[in-house]
């Protein structure tokens, strides 16, 4: 494929993503803004682009690979923000985070799981219990303790300016896990990418105090089930602010920077920091290598 070939595919793309600023320069009030008109409502294409099948006879080469997306890096930044402001009111501007914890909540995205490899559900009940911490201050627990009795009867309860409540924000999270299936297809003679699943990592909601926190994986949720969710979001578009991306295109096009921490192996799909240990340089090298040898399977395909 040629550049022209790939410029063309660029401006396609672009042109059928929503418009986060739509009617903008022709708006006449504020309100008037993010509406489409007829013509763009009629030309726009408002799902996401379908996978085509793929049948396992077709699949020369297959390899399941986890990435850790680190969200200090700028490339992913767009995955990150906004954390904070009047930006956030804005349906147009969301955090990745967001999109997914209120999809849950709606019920939109309902394939919620523990583990990346999608076997054991999660429940709303079962994320909020990582979401929430609720504790009683110092003097909170001196009033509770002058009359003890009467606090376990219920017949008093402690006053709300002495109940602290900690809860999971858009800015505590650190990272993303994702999980996706590299693959070579013999019928289209090219290497390709599935995404298949994405984690937010977050601080454990009781550690939050601590000096040193603790990060969990809040939730694996199976990619193909929300992209309808997140085809509806966008990200924001550095170069132009009246075309952003659809958080769909963003992960499936692999707009980001993911470092890959796991391949599946023999060894029960151990981690690379576990045969890499205490040795962060010689994990980045193993994870260059694993990355190295994927891409080094399409090239070696048309050397004679």
Not at 23 to 41: F, H, M, V, Y
Not at 99 to 108: A, Q, R, S, Y
Request: glycine share 4%.
């Amino acid at each position: 494929m040629n550049w022209r070939n790939s410029i063309a595919i660029l401006v396609f793309v672009f042109s059928t993503s929503t418009f986060a600023q739509s009617n903008l320069l022709n708006a006449k009030t504020p309100d008037q803004i993010g509406k489409k008109t007829e013509a763009e409502l009629s030309a726009d294409n408002d799902k996401p682009l379908p996978y085509g099948y793929v049948h396992d006879r077709d699949i020369l080469m297959g390899k399941r690979i986890w990435e850790f997306i680190d969200l200090d890096e700028r490339v992913n930044f767009p995955l990150y923000f906004p954390v904070e402001g009047d930006v956030m009111s804005s349906p147009d501007r969301r955090p990745l985070y967001n999109v997914l914890i209120n999809g849950i909540k709606e019920g939109t995205i309902t394939e919620v799981y523990d583990s990346s490899y999608f076997t054991t559900k999660k429940t709303l009940k079962d994320i909020e219990a990582s979401l929430f911490k609720v504790d009683t201050t110092d003097v909170g627990r001196e009033q509770m303790n002058e009359d003890i009795d009467a606090y376990r009867n219920g017949t008093k309860t402690i006053s709300e300016e002495y109940i602290r409540k900690t809860e999971i924000q858009p800015y505590d999270v650190n990272a993303y896990k994702i999980v996706g299936y590299w693959y070579f297809d013999k019928r289209q003679g090219e290497l390709k990418y599935r995404l298949l699943g994405i984690c937010p990592v977050v601080p454990d909601v009781y550690t939050m105090d601590n000096v040193e926190k603790d990060y969990i994986e809040l939730f694996w949720i199976y990619f193909p089930s929300a992209r309808d969710v997140l085809h509806g979001a966008t990200a924001f578009n550095n170069r132009n602010s009246a075309m952003p991306f659809t958080f769909d295109h963003m992960l499936n096009a692999r707009r980001f920077s993911g470092m890959i921490y796991l391949e599946e192996n023999v060894y029960g799909d151990r981690k690379i920091s576990e045969y890499m240990k205490e040795n962060a340089q010689m994990q980045l090298l193993e994870s260059d290598r694993v990355k190295e040898k994927i891409r080094d399977f399409e090239q070696d395909m048309w050397n004679y």
